[in-house]
């Protein structure tokens, strides 16, 4: 069993940073991969950023390339994602999700565990 708990969201201006962290308790850390998913209102919730269990692959929406980066920390049992050039549009509950030895995957049904949500919210 993995407890999520995701410290770190808050409200930034447009083309600033945030970083957000998902420290996680329970055992075997190392074998999870972990991901990050947000929901805006009104619309459905969307795969961010994912790092395998071994920390080997990263996959990102198209909407963050280049702006977000994904990273863990197995010795602190902590992922992050780093937020750099914010937009209003990235504006939304942001949720850390992880599952064992999980190949890389964007449906939100394909993890069992999730953090509690964080808001991000950015002003233009």
């Known amino acids: 069993q993995v407890q999520l708990v995701e410290p770190g969201g808050g409200l930034v201006q447009a083309g600033g940073s945030l970083r957000l962290s998902c420290a996680a308790s329970?055992?075997?850390?190392?074998?999870?991969?972990m991901a990050w998913f947000r929901q805006a209102p009104g619309k459905e919730r969307e795969s961010v950023a994912i790092?395998?269990?071994?920390?080997?692959?990263?996959t990102y929406a198209d909407s963050v390339k280049g702006r977000f980066t994904i990273s863990r920390d197995d010795a602190k049992n902590t992922a992050y994602l780093q937020m750099n050039s914010l937009k209003p549009e990235d504006t939304a509950v942001y949720f850390c999700?992880?599952?064992?030895?999980?190949?890389?995957?964007?449906?939100?049904?394909?993890?069992?565990?999730w953090g509690q949500g964080t808001q991000v919210t950015v002003s233009s």
């Open positions: 329970g055992r075997a850390f190392s074998t999870y991969t």
């Open positions: 790092i395998t269990w071994s920390g080997g692959r990263t």
């Open positions: 999700a992880a599952d064992r030895l999980k190949p890389i995957s964007i449906q939100s049904q394909s993890y069992a565990y």
